[in-house]
C-alpha cells in the first residue's frame, strides 16, 4: 500500500466491498493507520502498519467459508496495495493447502439408527 486513501473510503469511490471479512480487514487496516498517525508516525509507517493489521484481521484457513473469505481479502489487498505480490503468492498456497485440507477430512457419520 503505497497511499493512505487505501484504507480511508471516500464517498466517490466505485465500489465498496460488500464481503464482510473484507470490510472487517479493511476496518482494521484504518484503525491501525489512524491510530499510528496520533502517534506521530509518519505516513509511511502508519501505512506499513495499517497492511499488518489488514492481514492479522483476515479469517483464520479454518472451514471452506472461511477459507473462501480469506482468499477475497487477499485478493482485496492485493488491490489495495496491502498486501505484495510475494506474500500473495504464499497466502493463497496457504488457503489452496487448508482448502485441500477440508475437502479431504471425511464428512460426519449418518445417523443409520433404524
Same mark, same amino acid.
Given at each position: 500500500?503505497?497511499?493512505?486513501?487505501?484504507?480511508?473510503?471516500?464517498?466517490?469511490?466505485?465500489?465498496?466491498?460488500?464481503?464482510?471479512?473484507?470490510?472487517?480487514?479493511?476496518?482494521?487496516?484504518?484503525?491501525?493507520?489512524?491510530?499510528?498517525?496520533?502517534?506521530?508516525?509518519?505516513?509511511?509507517?502508519?501505512?506499513? +502498519? /495499517?497492511?499488518?493489521?489488514?492481514?492479522? =484481521?483476515?479469517?483464520? !484457513?479454518? #472451514?471452506?467459508? *472461511?477459507?473462501?473469505?480469506?482468499?477475497?481479502?487477499?485478493?482485496?489487498?492485493?488491490?489495495?496495495?496491502?498486501?505484495?505480490?510475494? +506474500? /500473495?503468492?504464499?497466502?493463497?498456497?496457504? =488457503?489452496?493447502?487448508? !482448502?485441500? #485440507?477440508?475437502? *479431504?477430512?471425511?464428512?460426519?457419520?449418518?445417523?443409520?439408527?433404524?
Amino acid at each position: 500500500m503505497t497511499e493512505e486513501s487505501s484504507f480511508i473510503p471516500e464517498d466517490s469511490a466505485p465500489t465498496i466491498p460488500q464481503n464482510p471479512a473484507i470490510v472487517r480487514a479493511r476496518a482494521a487496516g484504518k484503525r491501525a493507520y489512524n491510530a499510528a498517525l496520533e502517534k506521530g508516525k509518519e505516513t509511511y509507517y502508519a501505512t506499513k +502498519d /495499517a497492511n499488518q493489521a489488514f492481514r492479522k =484481521a483476515m479469517p483464520p !484457513l479454518t #472451514g471452506q467459508e *472461511n477459507i473462501s473469505n480469506f482468499i477475497a481479502c487477499v485478493a482485496h489487498g492485493i488491490l489495495i496495495d496491502a498486501i505484495d505480490g510475494r +506474500d /500473495a503468492t504464499r497466502l493463497l498456497y496457504a =488457503a489452496q493447502v487448508a !482448502l485441500a #485440507g477440508v475437502r *479431504n477430512q471425511p464428512s460426519s457419520p449418518k445417523n443409520t439408527a433404524a
